[in-house]
């Protein structure tokens, strides 16, 4: 019963992921008209299904970056399973609440955040109520780059920089090159650009993050006594996250890439392509060396320096602003969620403590999403000119940590 | 703290490899549409004002087009490389041309 409540939840999280990041591939193109907002989504989630299949690799061992709940090899601590498995699936359950309620809350309020991070600081956040500061992995045991710090906050910083390099050099020189030649050349190459960057892109996400539910899943399934293989990830799960995350793209947080794509700087076909390009570079070379990071992060950086490196362009750093101070409270607030989630399940306890969670989930996405309906953004008008939407009721509401 | 070392350490390789590629075949994508404008003999502005349409120039096109396949030659090694990684095989490039080992 608990675990049904976790594989539902894990799979919930996988969706809202879905939908939170399809802004980091398709803002750009949909911003530019290289391609209709419907087209993009439709593309974006295709290809994140089929990149979800694509990662054989299994990612058993994803919460050990931040919480020590497994060991090398995968299983959960023996210490864990005293009670059937039951502690642990309280844990990962409330972990995965937390990062879907701040998910939610930043999708409100059309901020893009890092999804990894929320579901990070919703484990670390259950991780502490449940087993105490000790079951955190804060800093890696010295051998590599490991822990919150190493695996989160330090990539958090770093990332953006780097993308923002990236894209600002990108941009910069591929005007020095085309300024003077005829729209004609220069519209239909980089719209060719664009999509392919932007595909590009869907898949590395598709990889790289469906696998983080798999890996969660299968831990679940592991600990309640239902799976033991640790080298395989059970093909129903595959399948399920592959289908939850396309299913979130394919639906689109039409406010963040709203934000991403008209809100930071406004965007020209050129500007598109180098943006996109150094994304993709940057996510792909960090996830060959092991840099962990956020699809989020980068993205948000290449674009503000796709806005840097174009001459003339202006950068809307308010709207930065308020996304940098979002990242900042994303691990404690997605934290904060976790652990009060873990608290009331084990206050009331058992398979009651798991059905409460759940409600509150439940209760809380509704009222997010009844929120949403005034001052709807969808995919007809997410490219309405910036400045003049502030005045309406779309205009953002400070992003403080309510839940 | 020795993971703002090692974070330091891997992110100025991000940093390189992203330049080179993410950067790189964003610009020679560019220079390949400058080719092609050139070689259809297309007016262009200039410091010094619009030069006259010219006439064709094939050999721009197809310099044009080769740019073009190189980029596409560097997107097809990036799926390549997400592909391999997922069943377990890796892009080796320590004998110039890139080759799938096993990992």
């Known amino acids: 019963m608990i675990l049904a409540l976790v594989v539902l939840t894990a799979l919930a999280f996988d969706f809202t992921n879905g939908f939170h990041d399809t802004a980091n591939a398709m803002a750009t193109s949909i911003a530019t008209k290289a391609l209709r907002p419907k087209t993009a989504v439709a593309l974006s989630g295709v290809l994140n299904l089929v990149g979800a299949f694509l990662s054989v690799e299994v990612a058993l061992t994803v919460t050990n970056a931040v919480v020590k709940i497994q060991d090398k090899s995968g299983l959960p601590k023996a210490e864990l399973l005293a009670d059937g498995g039951s502690g642990l699936l309280l844990i990962i359950l409330a972990g995965l609440v937390g990062g879907i309620v701040w998910n939610l809350l930043t999708w409100l309020v059309g901020l893009p955040s890092s999804s990894s991070h929320a579901l990070f600081g919703g484990l670390v956040g259950a991780t502490i109520a449940g087993l105490g500061w000790g079951g955190v992995n804060w800093n890696g045991d010295g051998s590599k780059l490991d822990g919150v710090v190493g695996k989160v906050l330090l990539p958090a910083v770093l990332s953006p920089v780097i993308a923002a390099v990236v894209a600002a050099v990108g941009t910069w020189i591929i005007f020095k090159i085309t300024s003077g030649i005829a729209a004609r050349f220069t519209d239909k190459g980089f719209r060719w650009g664009q999509i392919g960057s932007a595909s590009l892109v869907s898949l590395a996400h598709g990889t790289n993050d469906a696998q983080k539910t798999m890996g969660v899943i299968t831990l679940a399934l592991i600990a309640s006594g239902h799976w033991s293989d640790t080298e395989n990830i059970p093909l129903w799960v595959k399948v399920s996250a592959a289908l939850a995350i396309a299913l979130g793209t394919y639906l689109g947080g039409w406010r963040i890439i709203r934000t991403l794509g008209k809100g930071l700087t406004d965007i020209s076909p050129p500007q598109g392509t180098a943006a996109q390009s150094g994304a993709a570079a940057v996510i792909l070379a960090s996830s060959h060396l092991g840099f962990a990071l956020s699809t989020t992060h980068v993205a948000t950086g290449s674009v503000l320096g796709s806005g840097l490196g174009r001459p003339g362009a202006t950068v809307r750093w308010a709207v930065a602003g308020r996304m940098i101070a979002a990242w900042m409270i994303t691990l404690p607030a997605a934290g904060l969620v976790g652990a009060v989630m873990w608290w009331v399940g084990d206050m009331v306890g058992g398979v009651a403590g798991a059905l409460v969670v759940f409600t509150l989930l439940v209760i809380a996405s509704v009222a997010m999403y009844l929120r949403s309906r005034s001052g709807r953004v969808d995919s007809s008008n997410v490219n309405d000119d910036w400045d003049a939407a502030a005045e309406t009721p779309v205009a953002p509401i400070p992003a403080t940590a309510t839940n | ?103």
């Open chain 2, 1 to 103: 703290m020795h993971n703002l070392g090692f974070a330091l350490d891997g992110a100025w390789q991000v940093l390189l490899a992203g330049l080179v590629l993410g950067a790189g075949l964003p610009i020679i994508f560019a220079l390949g549409i400058r080719s092609l404008a050139w070689g259809a003999g297309e007016a262009s502005v200039t410091g010094s004002g619009v030069t006259a349409p010219g006439p064709r120039r094939p050999i721009g096109t197809v310099i044009g087009y080769l740019l073009f396949a190189v980029v596409i030659l560097g997107v097809v090694l990036g799926i390549t490389f997400i592909v391999a990684g997922g069943f377990g095989y890796k892009l080796d490039f320590s004998n110039v041309f890139p080759t799938l080992i096993e990992k």
